[in-house]
């Protein structure tokens, strides 16, 4: 199962774009990458995925270098109402079993404070 | 409205007290599974369906159990609740079918337990 390691905290001001970088060192093939932003006393809402190179939406992009062994989300300028925890998870449909079956593991989060 | 529905919201009870925390969703979702989230150690995954009657252990299965007799719902039980399983329970679904990514996650609103 690939672990994955993410910075605990990250501060930025309000309208600067911010960068977090999230280490999954044994990424699977088959495995993808998605990150998840958490509110206090809310469930995770999923943000982006990707494989590999560049994918962007309209709230945010991911960049995946060539070796897939880490991942950096982009969120371009921040404000107030970004301030939330933001998961990156790895993981896969394939599994290790004849069943499909698949465990989705996420990391620890890095907690973002925008300030004024 | 497609959502993740986790009864009860909050529970207060007490040691050896068997209880069940719901799950429903109505989006039709093959996969879903229990995350529990306890200060500094993130979402940590308890147990994942794959489909009706296929379940399996998740990184902290201990203390818990699952059923998945029907699509749509997958309680979570604890036959005789200890301390260290007050925490925050979100449960998540969501499509396999033809599927290698993992796709969107949805997240209920989740379950906060405290056992005394």
């Known amino acids: 199962l690939a672990k994955t390691t993410q910075p605990i905290s990250m501060d930025s001001y309000e309208g600067q774009e911010v960068n977090i970088t999230c280490s999954h060192n044994n990424i699977a093939t088959n495995d993808y990458i998605t990150w998840y932003q958490q509110f206090p006393s809310q469930g995770p809402r999923f943000i982006i995925q990707?494989?590999?190179t560049k994918v962007t939406n309209e709230v945010a992009s991911l960049f995946i270098p060539a070796d897939r062994k880490s991942s950096t989300l982009s969120l371009p300028r921040v404000s107030l109402s970004d301030t939330a925890v933001y998961y990156c998870?790895?993981?896969?449909?394939?599994?290790?079993?004849?069943?499909?079956?698949?465990?989705?593991?996420f990391g620890k989060g890095t907690k973002l404070s925008v300030i004024p | 409205e497609a959502q993740v529905t986790q009864n009860p919201r909050y529970l207060i009870t007490v040691t050896g007290k068997k209880l069940t925390v719901t799950c429903s969703q109505n989006m039709n979702h093959e996969y879903m599974s229990w995350y529990r989230q306890d200060p500094g150690l993130g979402l940590r995954q308890i147990y994942y369906s794959m489909n009706v009657e296929v379940t399996d252990k998740g990184d902290v299965p201990e203390g818990y159990k699952v059923s998945r007799k029907e699509k749509r719902n997958f309680p979570l039980i604890l036959e005789s609740p200890s301390p260290n399983q007050t925490s925050l329970y979100f449960c998540?679904?969501?499509?396999?079918?033809?599927?290698?990514?993992?796709?969107?996650?949805?997240f209920g609103e989740g379950s906060r337990l405290t056992v005394l």
């Open positions: 990707g494989y590999k």
């Open positions: 998870l790895v993981g896969s449909l394939t599994g290790h079993s004849g069943a499909g079956s698949y465990q989705l593991t």
């Open positions: 998540a679904s969501t499509w396999t079918s033809g599927r290698v990514s993992t796709g969107e996650l949805f």
